[in-house]
């Protein structure tokens, strides 16, 4: 068991404090009511973000001043990243990264004539794609963001899901909030990935400065929260 829990070195659990405030989430709760009735934290205070552990390099357990809270940290980064990438969106264009050595692709006819008819979307997404005769294209320049990942893959997936050439425009259509959900969950901290004590609070204080946006991109919820007046009904202790 201990081989797939981290241990953070901060001070264990402080003996359960009895706590009547009104407003804590039940166990036998939905998780949508879970989320609204998750408290923010104080962004102002990083000691209000007392880390536990690290479960299977998947979940973060919090010690908050009224309880537990649990967070999925692929579904918490999915949400950082896709609020970062809409903002980015709106403004103008995605945060771009030239490559040294352009990448020359291959496509087939229907994804290359959606790229064809979608220059200028690609272009505000960060990508640099030309023509390079036929259904080739040479790539130049990525979402900074994607820099590491198979950029054709990337760029197949998106031109796949493109019927027709798309509108380009500061509201986010729905083609383009598919793209961008896409393209934020690509970029999103992975379950398995280990992260250091401040790589948990930088996610967990990113994600409470959202507010109550307590789901990922696909309706999952980001984070659980038990308060100790429910962890000790919970235990028979009260």
């Given at each position: 068991?201990?081989?797939?829990?981290?241990?953070?070195?901060?001070?264990?659990?402080d003996?359960?404090k009895?706590?009547?405030?009104?407003?804590?989430?039940?166990?036998?709760?939905?998780?949508?009511?879970?989320?609204?009735?998750?408290?923010?934290?104080?962004?102002?205070a990083?000691a209000?973000?007392?880390?536990?552990?690290?479960?299977?390099?998947?979940?973060?357990?919090?010690?908050?001043?009224?309880?537990?809270?649990?967070?999925?940290q692929h579904?918490?980064?999915?949400?950082?990243?896709?609020?970062k990438?809409k903002?980015?969106?709106?403004?103008?264009?995605?945060?771009?990264?030239?490559?040294?050595?352009?990448?020359?692709?291959?496509?087939?006819?229907?994804?290359?004539?959606?790229?064809?008819?979608?220059?200028?979307?690609?272009?505000?997404?960060g990508f640099?794609?030309?023509?390079?005769?036929?259904?080739?294209?040479?790539?130049?320049?990525?979402p900074?963001?994607?820099?590491?990942?198979?950029?054709?893959?990337?760029?197949?997936?998106?031109?796949?899901?493109?019927?027709s050439?798309?509108?380009?425009?500061?509201?986010?259509?729905?083609?383009?909030?598919?793209?961008?959900?896409?393209?934020?969950?690509?970029?999103?901290i992975?379950?398995?990935?280990?992260l250091?004590?401040?790589g948990m609070?930088?996610?967990?204080?990113?994600?409470?400065?959202?507010g109550?946006?307590?789901?990922?991109?696909?309706?999952?919820?980001?984070?659980?929260?038990f308060?100790?007046?429910?962890?000790?009904?919970?235990?028979?202790?009260?």
């Open positions: 068991f201990k081989g797939h829990v981290r241990e953070i070195t901060t001070p264990p659990f003996r359960l009895r706590t009547r405030e009104s407003g804590v989430v039940g166990f036998n709760q939905t998780i949508s009511q879970t989320q609204a009735a998750a408290e923010p934290f104080d962004s102002k990083e209000g973000i007392k880390i536990l552990a690290q479960v299977q390099n998947s979940y973060i357990i919090v010690e908050t001043e009224k309880g537990i809270k649990i967070y999925d579904a918490s980064s999915e949400r950082v990243q896709y609020e990438i903002k980015q969106w709106q403004i103008g264009q995605l945060a771009s990264q030239k490559m040294l050595i352009p990448q020359n692709i291959e496509l087939a006819p229907a994804e290359s004539r959606a790229v064809s008819e979608n220059v200028e979307l690609f272009l505000r997404l640099g794609v030309s023509g390079f005769g036929g259904n080739s294209f040479a790539v130049s320049a990525v900074r963001f994607l820099a590491q990942h198979d950029i054709k893959k990337v760029i197949l997936e998106i031109a796949s899901d493109l019927d050439e798309v509108e380009v425009a500061d509201k986010i259509s729905e083609p383009i909030d598919r793209i961008l959900k896409m393209m934020s969950c690509k970029s999103a992975k379950f398995g990935d280990q250091s004590e401040q609070i930088a996610l967990i204080k990113d994600l409470e400065e959202l109550n946006q307590y789901t990922c991109v696909h309706g999952r919820p980001c984070v659980v929260e308060s100790f007046v429910e962890l000790e009904k919970m235990f028979k202790r009260s």
